[in-house]
DNA sequence: CGAGCCTTTGAGTTTCCTCAACCTGAGTGG
DNA sequence: CCACTCAGGTTGAGGAAACTCAAAGGCTCG
């Protein structure tokens, strides 16, 4: 269970330590939230199954996803800062999550010092992510920005054991557009170019990537 | 100098053993590099003076910036996961920076765990700020962009003592442009219609906010 | 089996980009 | 001291990319 709630890199007794402090789990339905934007921070979230957005709603009613995330991933970093959450997390699908107390993680870390390098490293590589987003967002175009969620979404299944070449989108066309700066229909007339173009092919939420280095020409090539 | 190099939040004890980390100093002249891509991480660093911009090249040259950095802004976290710098970080004017070294950071957060806990702080919010990047390159309109960005920039200077309502921008049009996913004439031109409604007056890059309610209107409102 | 949501596709519009010319100000050498 | 140079900035015209609006088709779930 450590494994799929905490990246490895620890002993096994550091690992059952760790147990200790991800006894709860909460299961999350289907378009339920996990937590709210501004609620306080009590724990964070590593997710044992199922799929997750982050999401951000402006005071005008826009909305934009900030992350998907997937099993063994951990959210709500982002409110550790103010210890309130800074985002909403929504199920995709129906799934279950593994709860860290932050009063546990406080206590554990300071006798279980690769715990808080662990969180160190988690957070980094959260910041790192985010910032290939801001790379995508800020200056590829879209057909670049939708090859490079294919790859993306393909790499990090096959992290986890899944098929590199063929998954199910467990969001919508619009979510999938507010996630890269897109409109749902530009969204869905990308996939459509795709699968004419014989790089992919797509059947409602159903992706099957027949050409990936032609995927990943469309966002390395220069114009 | 604890209060330049790293947020506050400490005892004056902790202020003291955290000298020891931040005995070493850099200077970056204007145009230099503090560090690159690629390189492996030994330090993280905490600005002094002088302003920083972290920016990321893709292998077809296109450029995009992912940050501007103020005096007491620290640099280099986005490094710590793979333990080599994600981005580069260039001065865009003379600048001193206080050099944390990781190995000193590891044994000293044993010793004082409040400052494991600054780091974590520290790292949350800057991803909290790139998820406001997110939904600034998300979902944001060109003018709606460039008034966030004033009013960022105007909000983080107040907060280190400048004016809020006039400064003096150290980056260009362009880094400007890359910054927020926009080409440099669309900037100049944004700048000048801003102007021209009475919003900034803007001479070069010494900018003036006049009418601060009208450049947030900009973004808050909805269309 | 029907309702509602998601998706696809088309037509027309808007926004921002591209290309190009010109301007400005700071630094340089005659 | 002044003309020159050059990078950075402004402004205009035209075009491309993505958006908006609209209509129709397909899934899913009750």
């Known amino acids: 269970m450590g494994q799929l709630c905490l990246p490895v890199g620890m002993s096994q007794q550091d690992l059952a330590k760790m147990d200790t402090l991800v006894q709860e789990r909460?299961?999350?339905?289907?378009g339920e939230t996990l937590y709210?934007?501004?609620?306080?921070?009590?724990?964070?979230?590593?997710?044992?199954?199922?799929t997750l957005k982050t999401h951000v709603t402006m005071e005008d009613g826009r909305t934009q996803i900030t992350g998907f995330h997937l099993p063994g991933e951990v959210i709500g970093l982002d409110g550790l800062s103010e210890m309130q959450h800074a985002s909403d997390?929504?199920?995709?699908?129906?799934?279950?999550?593994?709860?860290?107390?932050?009063?546990?993680?406080?206590?554990l870390s300071s006798i279980l010092p690769s715990l808080q390098g662990?969180?160190?490293?988690?957070?980094?590589?959260?910041?790192?992510?985010?910032?290939v987003m801001l790379i995508t967002l800020g200056s590829?175009?879209?057909?670049?920005?939708?090859?490079?969620?294919?790859?993306?979404?393909?790499?990090?299944?096959?992290?986890?054991?899944?098929?590199?070449?063929?998954?199910?989108?467990r969001m919508s066309r619009?979510?999938?557009g507010s996630y890269l700066g897109l409109k749902l229909?530009?969204?869905?007339?990308?996939?459509?170019?795709?699968?004419e173009a014989g790089l992919i092919q797509i059947r409602q939420r159903h992706v099957k990537l027949v050409d990936m280095a032609g995927i990943k020409q469309v966002y390395s090539r220069s114009c």
């Open 140 to 169: 590829m175009r879209a057909e670049e920005r939708l090859a490079a969620f294919l790859v993306n979404m393909s790499e990090r299944l096959s992290a986890r054991g899944y098929s590199s070449t063929e998954f199910v989108l």
């Open 174 to 176: 619009e979510e999938i």
């Open 89 to 107: 997390a929504t199920a995709l699908e129906d799934a279950e999550v593994c709860v860290v107390r932050y009063d546990d993680l406080q206590s």
């Open 26 to 30: 909460v299961r999350v339905h289907k």
């Open 118 to 131: 662990q969180f160190l490293r988690l957070m980094s590589k959260e910041i790192s992510q985010d910032q």
């Open 36 to 50: 709210r934007m501004g609620e306080p921070l009590n724990a964070v979230y590593a997710i044992r199954f199922g």
């Open 185 to 195: 229909e530009t969204v869905s007339r990308l996939f459509s170019r795709f699968a």
